[in-house]
């Protein structure tokens, strides 16, 4: 390896001082130990009975988006940051995870400079470049090894050390400069940049951060006003599956979402969409930024109440088929995730009563998780 | 045959998740060993892996002698000592084999001392356990090998056709053709497999789960006891009535540990080993009985090749198998997960048991209590899955929990290996 890649990449700021608050929720700093024998201890507990405080709760503020079943946080002046930072909710559009393209533009257009402020993304383009050169050399010394075998087996003489050409690289920078110049980024009218990014959410995430937490208002697309709590999730379930109408099943694809997510956000997980494996959900112990994901979470309903009992559809859908559980767990275990099937026990149709608590909806599902791993007989023998 | 190992390199090692028996051998491994003609210079290491001809000689060269070693291996002659050879008659009516002579080690772990369902007079330990029987697909693997001859009742010499015929997909012996494929692969393997009870149906017992005896068992009591004292002096009354459009962490609540919030927030019910078990759902596939059975029952139980076995009390087994086919079984669905995992007994706890740590932690979840390995054969192709029965709800939150938030701002926290080598993990 050469000594670039070596190097390890700029060091960042203290993630366990950034990422320290697991949900967007302020807490009350914790009492010190009581010590029943020392007196002193007895003061702060005095105090807190005395002077009771609540601490204010951040609140933040989105805007629904049917169309693309999401709700858009904007976060120009660091609006939305506290989201991503307590808790990883959220994506930015324009970037890989929190919302990082004003900086990237910034640097384009050279309000600050090359190394302040480097985002994931830069590290990452930067390293991939390093490896990219590495390889390059990599080649060019196979490639002469190769031809020095060949010349041996035909007995030739052994060529003149050449230079290196030093002309390719040139013409790479200049195509770099052309391409950079060909896209401008949007001013307003005072010349300064537009923030074209923000942060969407998906839509268990913004149900749990609504509605369980009670710390984001959701505002209708069209009125401009927040809507109840109370109608985010017949909102939510209608824009997952618009064809349903009236009476919602128990079965439809946001409640399952929903439900999962709820029940792994309250065992402390940090639940992300799990599309880029194949899976539903993919489990992370802290976040992102920590270590990868542990658990790639696959949701499959289960209809096991009495009352499906002549249910013809039921079979269908609660099997899979079985190259999809294979091939699965083959993309998950080469990425040392564990694939886990995550049953939900649906209640019966009809079960819901209107004007429910969210509360007595979940409480009627029941979840039960089975991990599938791949066994090798010429692996285990030992 | 030898598999030759990754020595001295070990950027060739092949990634955890590569079969074995996928991988080409390295043949000129074997011929060393097998025959005296090649010249056994040192061991052959295995070199790079090469993608296209790249037109020198050594490269030629280095391919010949591996095809070479391989035909070697192949024109290996196959001997039979005639002192060891076994001889046994199947019998049609019971499905089996009785055993007329045997010598040799390879029966050691194979059949019965008497057809099931039948009352035997043998008293002593020794003649219970000896050997009398074997079973359908221990017979045809035995012929299969060379290792046996089986006779009919009248003398009549059995063809390798004639035994799958009268042992293969009669309703007599109930060995289908995916049940012998997966013996015969784990056998080959170097396992130990033997018919589990359950192999033609009859329902096992339901298993519950001890008592995990915790060693903080005081402690949470102690905390919650307090923590109620205090909620009573501290905290303001809640209101009376709470509406649909009220959040489920009530705006008025104000909390000193993120454990307490996600307290409240765990509303979804969840399967926990130490609830009592719903006998409904399983009891009504058990009592099928031995006429239709459930494909979700576990067939053998396998054990490890350097167990000591012994057949009069064989340990619990290392791994249980239950075998199905794909063309005729669904992926299982939860009460047929529920059905398979609940004949499995929980195995007694380990001693590093306690362990901290977030290892520990991830693989205790990703192991499960108990777990049973799903034999799934299509069209003779068998891919082995392991089921972990598990639970995320007992394990409780996972972060942060108590120990944690010491951690807290300090640059410390024994965070994961594999995060940190690559910049920020994703």
């Known amino acids: 390896m050469t000594e670039e890649v070596k190097k390890r990449s700029p060091q960042g700021p203290n993630i366990h001082l950034l990422y320290a608050d697991p949900l967007p929720y302020v807490l009350l700093p914790p009492l010190p ?181 009670g710390t984001l208002t959701i505002l209708d697309p069209h009125t401009s006003r927040s809507i109840p709590q109370s109608q985010l999730l017949p909102l939510f379930r209608r824009a997952y599956n618009p064809v349903l109408g009236g009476v919602m099943p128990p079965d439809d694809p946001f409640m399952l979402n929903y439900v999962v997510y709820h029940h792994f956000r309250s065992l402390g997980w940090v639940v992300k969409p799990g599309v880029k494996f194949a899976v539903d959900y993919l489990l992370y112990r802290r976040g992102p930024v920590f270590s990868h994901a542990e658990f790639a979470i696959m949701i499959i309903p289960s209809y096991a109440h009495p009352s499906y009992e002549g249910d013809v559809e039921r079979k269908r859908k609660e099997s899979r088929p079985w190259h999809l559980l294979h091939s699965t767990n083959r993309v998950c275990s080469q990425v040392k995730k564990t694939v886990i099937l995550c049953f939900v026990e649906v209640p019966p149709v009809g079960s819901e009563v209107g004007g429910e608590r969210l509360e007595e909806t979940l409480r009627r599902y029941k979840v039960r998780e089975v991990s599938i791993r791949r066994w090798q007989p010429s692996r285990n023998r030992d | 045959m030898a598999d030759p190992e990754p020595e001295d390199n070990p950027t060739l090692a092949p990634p955890e998740d590569t079969d074995l028996a996928d991988e080409i051998q390295d043949w000129r491994l074997l011929s060393s060993l097998a025959s005296s003609k090649s010249d056994p210079t040192s061991l052959p290491r295995r070199g790079e892996k090469n993608f296209e001809p790249d037109g020198t000689n050594r ?7 591996s095809r070479e070693a391989m035909r070697t291996a192949l024109e290996v002659e196959r001997k039979f000592a005639g002192k060891t050879s076994c001889q046994c008659t199947w019998l049609e009516e019971l499905g089996l084999a009785r055993v007329d002579k045997l010598r040799g080690p390879h029966f050691k772990n194979l059949g019965v001392a008497a057809p099931p369902n039948t009352t035997t007079t043998a008293n002593s330990p020794a003649e219970k356990t000896s050997l009398g029987y074997l079973l359908p697909e221990e017979t045809i693997y035995m012929l299969e090998r060379g290792s046996l001859e089986v006779f009919y009742p009248s003398g009549i010499p059995m063809s390798l056709q004639g035994i799958y015929a009268a042992c293969i997909g009669s309703s007599k012996t109930r060995v289908e053709a995916e049940v012998y494929a997966v013996y015969a692969s784990l056998k080959r393997s170097g396992y130990i497999v033997r018919r589990a009870a359950t192999f033609d149906g009859t329902p096992g017992e339901e298993q519950q789960a001890e008592e995990v005896v915790g060693k903080s068992l005081w402690s949470p009591w102690v905390r919650g006891m307090f923590s109620s004292i205090f909620a009573a002096v501290f905290k303001p009354s809640q209101p009376a009535v709470r509406t649909p459009d009220d959040s489920i962490i009530p705006t008025a609540r104000e909390f000193r540990h993120y454990e307490d919030v996600y307290k409240l927030l765990s509303l979804v019910p969840y399967h926990s080993f130490s609830s009592q078990p719903s006998s409904t759902s399983t009891s009504q596939s058990l009592a099928n009985g031995t006429a239709h059975p459930s494909p979700w029952r576990v067939h053998f139980d396998i054990w490890k090749p350097a167990t000591k076995f012994k057949r009069s009390e064989p340990p619990p087994p290392d791994f249980r198998i239950c075998v199905v086919s794909s063309r005729t079984t669904d992926t299982p669905s939860l009460t047929d997960v529920n059905t398979l995992l609940s004949t499995i007994p929980f195995p007694s706890p380990l001693q590093g048991e306690g362990q901290a740590g977030v290892g520990a932690q991830m693989k205790k979840l990703k192991e499960g209590r108990r777990s049973v390995l799903l034999a799934v054969v299509d069209s003779g192709v068998v891919s082995y899955l392991r089921i972990g029965d598990l639970s995320f709800g007992d394990d409780g939150v996972v972060y942060p929990r108590r120990g944690d938030e010491a951690k807290r701002g300090r640059g410390g926290g024994k965070g994961r290996g594999r995060g940190r080598g690559r910049g920020r993990g994703r």
Do not use: M
């Open chain 2, 59 to 65: 490269q030629e060269s280095v391919l010949n002698e």
């Open chain 1, 33 to 213: 130990p009581l010590h029943l024998h020392n007196p002193l201890s007895y003061i702060p507990y005095i105090l807190a009975y005395l002077f009771p405080s609540t601490p204010t709760q951040p609140t933040f503020t989105a805007a629904f988006h049917p169309e693309s079943r999401s709700c858009h946080v904007d976060v120009s002046n660091g609006g939305g940051d506290g989201l991503w930072f307590k808790g990883f909710f959220g994506k930015g559009t324009l970037s890989r995870s929190e919302p990082t393209w004003f900086v990237r533009a910034r640097r384009a257009v050279g309000e600050i400079g090359q190394d302040e402020h480097l985002t994931s993304e830069e590290i990452t383009a930067r390293r991939r470049a390093a490896r990219q050169d590495f390889k390059k050399e990599r080649e060019k010394a196979e490639q002469k090894e190769r031809e020095r075998i060949l010349r041996e087996e035909r007995g030739e003489a052994p060529p003149l050390p050449e230079d290196d050409k030093e002309s390719e690289s040139e013409v790479d920078e200049e195509a770099i400069e052309q391409e950079k110049d060909a896209y401008t980024y949007p001013t307003d009218t005072n010349g300064t940049l537009i923030n074209l990014e923000h942060l969407q959410l998906t839509l268990p995430e913004s149900l749990f951060l609504a509605h369980a937490l």
